[in-house]
C-alpha cells in the first residue's frame, strides 16, 4: 500500500489540487467561510516554516508570530504608509524579513534547546510589545488599516475576490509544499535531520551545525513573513493581536497534529483546524475546551499527528500482506535471524 | 612511507582526569593502527580530539600535512576524517537511506544550493551496492534505522563513513557485539579501506583482530603511551602485560 | 516612590518565584517545560475565589483547600499530560500537549466562572503608612508567605534526605530502579509540589489582582526569571525570578509602555551574553 502510494503520490497530489480547486467553491457557500479558509491556507505557509524548523531540524520555535507580525506590519507600512505597489511590498516585506532572521538566527542559535525555544518566546514577546505600543509606526492597538488589495495585474485580490485568492494562496501553498518536499530529499534535509537527531554524528559527518540551523531559521520565518504579508493583503488590517505567544503555540499544535514530519499532513492540520471551530459553531462554548484535550489525546496516542497515523496504518497494512504472502509461498513466516 | 595524521605531544584533562598525556602518535596511508589499553584508558578520548569533538590543552595535530588543531569538527571531517562510533551515532527518526546518503553528502561537498537544483553527485546507488555485498545483507531503505539489529547498525556505520571516502577513518570498537560472520564482514570493510590507501585507527578489545589486522599498536594506559609497536612486539612488552593483559590475574 | 516600587517589585518577584521553582522542579525531574504553569497559578487565583468568596470560608481553610486541590490535580496532570508520553521519540509531543493543558484548562475555568475579571476580597485588609506612601498589607503577607515556601522547597531538595534522593533519582531512573526507588512516585511527588507552589502564587495574588484568564501570562516572566537565574537550579530561578520582578517594576520609572519589552530584552540579554544565567553551571557538550 505503501509503495503504491508512493508510487502515485504525483498523480494523487495532482487529482487532490483538481478537486480541491472545483470543489471548494460549493464546499464552502458562504463569504465568511471563505475569509477563514484563506487565512487558514495563510497558516499553513507559516507553519511550513515549523515543519523546516521543527520537523526536520528538531528545534522548537516560538518565533512563527513573530516573524510574520513583521511581514505583515512592514507589508501595512509599504503600502499604506509609503504607497508602494502591492506585488513589490509583499517581495520587500519577506526578503527584508529573511535579512533580519539571519541577524536574529545568528544570534539566537549559539543557544541550544530549550535555551533557543526560550530565547525565541522572548523574541516574539517583545515584539508584540513595540507592535501593539509602537504608535507612529503600527499604529499601536489599532493597527494598520485600509490595507489595498493584491494588485496582480490581471486581477486585484482582497477580500471581495476571496475565491481568487483562495487559489493563489493554494498556488502558493502547493509550490512552497513541493520546495519543502524537494528539500528534504537533498543534502539540506538530511544534513537538517542530522542537526534534529545527534549534533555529534552531524558535526563528524562534516554538517555545519550553526549554519544549518540559521538556514533553516531563515526559510521558516521566510514563509512566515510570506503569510504574513498575505494576511495583511486578505484582511485588509493587521492588528497586534494576530501575533502572540498563544498564537505561536497554535502554529506549533497545528504543525504536530498534521504531523509535523509530512508536508501534506500539515496542511491539512492546519485547514482542518481553522475550519473546524466555524464549522462546529454549536459547539461555540466548548470547542476551545474540547479541543485543548483533544491536542493532549492526540499527542498520546498518534504522535506523529494525522500524517503519522495513516502512514503506520499503511505499513502495517503492508506487514500482514507480506506475512500472507510469504506464509503461503514458503510456509512459515520469516523470522529475522540475527544472533546479535 | 605516506604519514597522513600525525599527533604530537597532545594533552587533554578533564578535571582533575588525565585524560591523554604527552601523546605522540602516527598513522600511516593504507595501514592499520591499533589502539589498545584498559578500559578508561583515553582511547576513545583520542579518538574525539582527533575528530575534533573535544579541544586539546595543547599539542599539535597534523592530518594530511596541514595543522588541524584548531580546526572545528564538520570542517575536519570534511578534510577527510571520518569516524564510526563505539554506540553506532545514525538519525534515529530519519530512514537508513538518508543516513547513509549523509555519508555521500559528505563525499560531494556540493553545498546545499546545488544539490537543491539536482546537481547530480557520485554514483550513490553503484556505491552502496558494491560495500552492501560485502557485508552481505539486505535491508529495506525506507524502514527507520531503529528497526533493523544492533549488529547490522554497526556494520552500516562503516559503510557510511567508506561512502565519504575519508582519507582517516576511526572506528571505535566494531566488533563489540557482533557474531564471527560479522565480524569477518567488517574485516573486509577494514581491508577495503586499506586498499583505498585510507589511514585506519582501529579501537578494539577483541586482541585475535587487532593481532591479525593491525600493522602497529599504540598502547594506552591512564592517557599515556606505554607502548608503540609491531603486534609482536607488543604482546612480548612487559609493561603493556602488566598493564593490560596483567589485570585478569 | 523608590521604596514602594521595591516591595512592590519583591512581592511581585516572589509570585514569579513560586512559579519558577515549580518549573525548575518539573525540569530537573523529567526535563520537561510545562506551559500550562500559568494556567495552574490561575486555578489557585479561582479557587482562592471560590473557597474565599464564594464559599465565604476563612483563608487559612480556603489556603488548606486550594493547596490540597492542586496536589489532587498534580496527580492527575501527571498522569495524563506527561506520564502516557515520557518515551515518545518526539520529546517535543510533551511540550506540545502542555500546551493543549494551558487551552483545556483556561477554557475550564471560564466556562466555570465566565469570561469577566472577578475581585477577591484582600486577606489582610489595610494598608501600613510608609514614607509618605502607602503600602497594603497583602503585599507584606504575600512575602512572608513566599519567603516560607522558598525555605521550604530550597531545604526540602537540597538539604533533607528525601529530596535529594528524589532528584538523584530523577537524574539516573535506570540506577533509581535497580536500588529500589520507584520512578512513579518521585515524578508524582514532585509534580504536586510543583502545582500546589503555582497555585498558592495565584491564591496569594488573586485579591491584588483581578482573577481573571489572563493571570495565565504571568508563567512568560517565571520563564524569564528561570532562564536569568541559570537554568537548573532552584536557587538561582529564585533569585532570577525577584529580579525579574524587580526589573520590572523600576522600568516604571523609564517607561510604561514598554514594560514587558524591558523584561523579555533583559532576557534576550542574558541569554546571548551569559547563557547559563547567574546561577547556572556551564553548559557543556556531552559526546
Redesign the interface.
Known sequence: MLKILNKYKWLLLAIFSVVFIISVPSIVPNHYLRIVLGNGLVYVLAVYGLVVMLGMGGQVTFSTAGMMGIGAFLTGIFTVKLGLNSVLALVCSVILTGLFSLFIGAALLKLRGNYFAFASIAFTQVLYMIFRNWKPVTGGPDGISNIPALDLGFIQLNQQTVMEFIYFIFGLALICGLLLYRVRKTSLGRSLESVRDDEIAANSLGVDVYRTKIIAFIIASMLAALAGSLFAFLNGYVSSETFTFEQAGIYLIMAMLGGINSTVGSFIGTITLTILPEVLRDLKDYFRFIYGIVVIITMIFMPMGFAGLVKSLLTKLDHKFKKKKEIVTTGEVDTNGSDS | MGLILELNNVNKRFGGVVAANNVNFEVEKGKIKGLIGPNGAGKTTLLNLISGIYDVDDGKIIFDGQDVTNVPAHKRARMGIGRTFQTPRFLDRSSIEDNLKLGTDLFDQMGYINSFFGKKGSDYQHELEDLMEIVGFEVNWDDEISSIPYGQRKMLEIVRCLLSYPKVMLVDEPAAGLNKMEIERVVDLLNLGISRDIGIVLIEHRMDLVMSVCSSITVLNFGQVICDSIPEEVVNNEEVIEAYLGRQD | MILQLFITGISMGMVYALMAMGLILI?KAVNV?N?AHGQIFMVGGYLGYFFSNQLGMNSLVSFILTILALMVFGVIYMF??YW??RN???P??????T??????????VR?IWGPFALKVAPIVDGSLPLFGSKLQYQYVFLIVVGVVCIVFVYNLFEKFRVGRVMSAATQDSYAAELMGIPIVLTVTATYMISLALSGIGGWLSAPLFLVSQTLGNFA?KA??G??VGG?GSVKGAVIGSIMIGLIEAYSIIITT??R??IV??V??LV??FR?QGIYGEE?E?K?
Do not use: H, R
Request: proline residues 4%.
Open positions: 525540569v517545560m506551559f495524563t499530560v502516557p508520553l515518545a521519540s518526539w517535543v509531543t510533551v511540550t506540545i500537549s500546551l493543549g493543558a494551558s487551552i483545556a484548562l483556561t477554557e475550564a466556562l512568560l520563564f524569564a528561570i532562564v537554568f509602555t514598554y514587558d519589552a523579555f530584552l532576557l534576550i541569554l546571548l547563557p553548559i557538550e559526546a
